[in-house]
């Protein structure tokens, strides 16, 4: 992979995982507020941005197999740790966002 395609693939993980784990904390704001249309909308939106960096992280992922090796930086770990980080982070929502759904019904 050339180093600026994985640069943007780095930052694409980076970028996409943020935006999840944001989506995420908006939807147990939301939850937490009473209002689970948008606490599902976010958790929505958290998924489609993981989708997206799963994109980025499938591209760098291919490379590797093909024999392109990339030079591992703590850039390219960061953007892993954000990845990882946003998918438990999002799972979690899911799991707080229904709490508030079975105290709001009693």
Known sequence: ???Q???EAIMGLIMYGGNAKSDAMEAIAAAKAGNFELADQKIADAEASLVEAHHAQTGMLTQEAQGNHIQVT???VHSQDHLMTAI???DLA???IELHRRL???
Do not use: P, R
């Open 94 to 96: 899911i799991e707080i």
């Open 1 to 3: 992979m050339e180093e």
């Open 88 to 90: 438990a982070f999002k």
């Open 5 to 7: 395609q994985n640069l």
């Open 74 to 76: 703590l850039l390219t």
């Open 104 to 106: 709001e019904a009693n």
